[in-house]
């Protein structure tokens, strides 16, 4: 019998090479390369042929286009996420680590949209019919209606999703779907990328909704070659802790909607539950105000949240260390020579340690002004006043530059409790923001004169 043809696929790209290389020929991509079984040279049918359609060139003022009508899934965070709910036609691909609540949000959502009227279909590659029955009785979902369908072939998939109608599909996981066009076995770079571009034309075709659930790497990454994520209409990343009850969905790309955007859910007995004030995880609970402590205003996606920034100054020895978690290991080294340049405040020979409460990842700069305040406040002992925020850029030049959209951070503060808030002078508001007292300060030092007033 002869020997089976191999080639050698990048994974990121989808090119092939005749041999293994350790750079990919195609997009320089390094070792990506994996070894697959080459497909039969003379196949009777193309299969691309159902995914080619003639269309005429036309203007965009000759289009008519209207929103797109958005279903409610009847969980308030993963609407957030996703734009305002679900899209005719729209495909999703969500993605996280192992036992986090992929599965367990989804089937939750497919309850309450078919509860709300909408045609509904679960296709598991993973489990049996019985497991996702056994899971929705735990989830407290009795006598559910959601069709369930326990399948990896591609071509039934695509004839009961054709057969049945439904609004919406979840497919669970996309790296257990195969088509017989294909030899290689399911999860390899060619199945994954065939199958997916088959779904998603049958979700334009039809009007279909389809969820994609899909598996990540070792480092955190959708596995799969990199190109599903460009063919699919938004992409949504669980993040947290499995060892925490608290989760994050975030929108990293969004056809429909704002990107960046996060929905914060509590893993509970009866599931995930959307968490309406999030402000609260990331806030420590100080019965009086410890030094080395500062709330900031942070942006994820369109919602304010409130973080806590937590500093620690300590004596060092030769060669003091700079530890920053949740934040720029740079940027603190940054902020340190200005503070010293600017306000005259030396942590040469001091550990620094800055920490975000809450496992919260901080990646713009409207933090600076935070981490300064917490790490003087740490290095002379002396807490901030209670009910206070900051906000605002550093400069190399040791100004305090605006942050976008500073009125709906100073609002979400006022309604939190907060009194005292010390923010960049471009961010002052025009009109008073009612129990919240606002000093504007352009550079660094005027910011550490406020603060020894206030103390």
Known sequence: ????????????????????????PSCNAWNTLIESVAESAAPTKNRFASLAKTAEVTTLG???????ARTPTGHEELDRVLGGGMVEGG?????????????????????????????TLYVTGEESGAQVALRSR??????????????????????????????????????????????????????????????????????VCIVLVGHVTKEGALAGPRVLEHMVDTVLYFEGDTHSSFRLVRAIKN??????EIGVFAMTEKGLKGVSNPSAIFLSQHAEPVPG???????????????????????????????????????LAMLLAVLHRHAGIACMDQDVFVN?????????????????????????????PKGFIAFGEVGLAGEVRPAPRGQERLKEAAKLGFSVAIVPKANAPKKPIEGLTIHAVERVEQAMEVVRSLA
């Open 62 to 68: 000759d289009i008519d286009a209207v929103d797109m």
């Open 293 to 331: 402590s500062c709330v900031m205003v942070t942006l994820e996606g369109t919602r304010p949240m409130l973080v806590e920034i937590q500093a620690l100054v300590d004596s060092g020895g030769p060669s003091p260390r700079r530890l920053s978690v949740g934040l720029d290991k740079d940027r």
């Open 356 to 384: 975000a409460v809450g496992g919260v990842r901080i990646s713009e700069p409207a933090a600076d002004l935070a981490v300064l305040l917490a790490i003087t406040s740490s290095l002379r002992g002396k807490p901030l």
């Open 138 to 207: 735990r989830l407290g979902l009795d006598n559910s209606q959601v069709k369930v369908l326990a399948e990896i072939q591609l071509e039934r998939i695509l004839a009961t999703l054709d057969a049945t109608q439904p609004d919406i599909a979840v497919i669970d996981s996309i790296q257990t779907v195969y088509s017989d066009q294909l030899t290689s076995a399911p999860g390899s770079v060619a199945q994954v990328r065939e199958c997916a571009a088959h779904l998603t034309r049958a979700a334009k075709a039809s009007g």
């Open 91 to 119: 495909v999703v691909l969500i993605g996280g680590d192992p036992g986090i609540g992929k599965s367990t949000l989804l089937l939750q959502a497919l309850d309450s949209l078919q509860r709300s009227g909408q045609k």
């Open 255 to 260: 056809r429909f909607g704002a990107v960046n």
């Open 1 to 24: 019998m002869a020997k089976e043809k191999t080639v050698y696929v990048c994974s990121d790209c989808g090119g092939t090479s005749p041999k293994w290389l350790g750079k990919c």
